[in-house]
C-alpha cells in the first residue's frame, strides 16, 4: 500500500491564510499590527537564507518586518543591549535571534535575554518549563508544525504510541512534550537507544529528528503508522545535490499509512508557525482572543 503524502507545503499555505486572515482582523477592528523583529548576527549563508525568506513571509502575511543584521564581532553587550530595546517596543511582539550564533556568544544567555513573551522560538528557558507543565506557553515552530500536521490527518492523537527519534531541545524534546500534551504514549529514542528499530515498529507515529540521511529504512516501520520526516540532509546522488530527510522515503511510503515528504513536508510548516507564534504573541501582549487552531 502506497502511503498517503502530507503535503507540507499546501498546510503551510493554509496556515499563514489563517495567519493573514487573523492580521486583517487585527489592523480593521483594533489598528495593531503584529511586528516580528528578526536578529542575525554574522554572515552565515544558510541563516541569511532563513532571515531572508522568514522576513518575506511576515510580509506577505501583512506583519511588520523588523531586521537587525549586525556584524559577526559584535559584542555580547551590545546584542544584549538590542534584544532589551526590543522587549520594551511595543510594536515588537515577537523576537527571533537566529541560531548559530558566533562562538564567542553565549547562546543560552542571549535566549533568556528575550521577554519569554515575545520568544516567538519557544526557546526561552520559563517557555520550556510551561510546555513541560501543559500550561500556555510560546511553542517551538518546527514541533508546532508537525503536531498542527498530526491532528489534521488524525483528529484525535489520544492513545496512540508515538516515538520521536532525536533528543534536541529545539525539536525532539518539545515535540515529546507536545505528544504526550495530547494524550500519546511517548518514547524519546536517541543515539545510545538499544535496538531502535524494534522501538520504533511499535509505533504508530513516528517523529524523525536526527540528521542522518535515510537512516530509518522501510522495514522498521509499523504498517498503516504516520511518519513525520524532520531531518534536512544535503547528500549527492547521480553527481547532483539532493535534499532527503532521516527516513527512507521509497521504502518507508510503501508500509506508511501516511508521510511527510523532504522537502516539501515540516521544512515549510518552520516559518509558517513562527507567523503563527507572532500573531499569536501580539494577540496575548493586547488581551485579544487568539486565533483558534494556530497554538498547541
Ligand atoms: P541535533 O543534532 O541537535 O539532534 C539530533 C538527535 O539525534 C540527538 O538527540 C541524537 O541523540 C539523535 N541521534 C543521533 N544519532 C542517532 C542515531 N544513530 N540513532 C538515534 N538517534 C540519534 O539535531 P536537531 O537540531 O534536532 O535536528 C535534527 C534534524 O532535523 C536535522 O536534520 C535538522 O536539519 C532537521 N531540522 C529541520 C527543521 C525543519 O524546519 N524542518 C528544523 C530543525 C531541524
Same mark, same amino acid.
Request: aromatic content about 2%; hydrophobic content about 40%.
Given at each position: ?40 548576527? *554574522? ?128 525539536? *525532539? ?65 547521480? *553527481? ?57
Amino acid at each position: 500500500m502506497a502511503a498517503e503524502l502530507i503535503d507540507g507545503k499546501a498546510f503551510a499555505a493554509k496556515v499563514r491564510g489563517k495567519v493573514a486572515e487573523h492580521v486583517a482582523r487585527l489592523k480593521e477592528e483594533h489598528d495593531i499590527t503584529p511586528g516580528l523583529a528578526v536578529v542575525l548576527v *554574522g554572515e552565515d549563508p544558510a541563516s541569511q537564507v532563513y532571515v531572508r525568506s522568514k522576513g518575506k513571509q511576515t510580509v506577505e502575511v501583512g506583519m511588520n518586518s523588523y531586521e537587525h543584521k549586525l556584524d559577526v564581532d559584535t559584542s555580547e553587550a551590545d546584542l544584549l543591549a538590542l534584544i532589551d530595546q526590543l522587549n520594551n517596543d511595543p510594536a515588537v511582539h515577537g523576537i527571533l535571534v537566529q541560531l548559530p550564533l558566533p562562538k564567542h556568544l553565549d547562546e543560552d544567555l542571549v535566549i533568556n535575554s528575550i521577554a519569554p513573551e515575545k520568544d516567538v522560538d519557544g526557546f526561552h528557558i520559563s517557555n520550556v518549563g510551561l510546555l513541560g507543565t501543559g500550561q500556555k506557553s510560546m511553542v517551538p515552530c518546527t514541533p508546532l508544525g508537525c503536531l498542527m500536521m498530526l491532528r489534521d490527518y488524525h483528529g484525535s492523537l489520544s492513545g496512540m504510541d508515538a516515538v520521536v527519534i532525536g533528543r534536541s531541545n529545539i525539536v *525532539g524534546k518539545p515535540m515529546a512534550q507536545l505528544l504526550l500534551g495530547d494524550s500519546c504514549t511517548v518514547t524519546i529514542a536517541h543515539s545510545r537507544t538499544k535496538d531502535l528499530p524494534d522501538v520504533v515498529r511499535r509505533a504508530d507515529i513516528v517523529v524523525a529528528a536526527v540528521g542522518r540521511p535515510e537512516m530509518v529504512p522501510g522495514d522498521w516501520i509499523k504498517e498503516g503508522a504516520t511518519v513525520i520526516d524532520v531531518g534536512i540532509n544535503r547528500v549527492e546522488r547521480d *553527481g547532483k545535490n539532493k535534499l532527503v530527510g532521516d527516513v527512507d522515503f521509497a521504502s518507508a511510503s510503501e508500509r506508511a499509512g501516511a508521510i511527510t515528504p523532504v522537502p516539501g513536508g515540516v521544512g515549510p510548516m518552520t516559518i509558517a508557525c513562527l507567523l503563527a507564534n507572532t500573531v499569536t504573541a501580539c494577540c496575548r501582549a493586547n488581551k485579544l482572543a487568539e486565533p483558534e487552531g494556530l497554538t498547541a
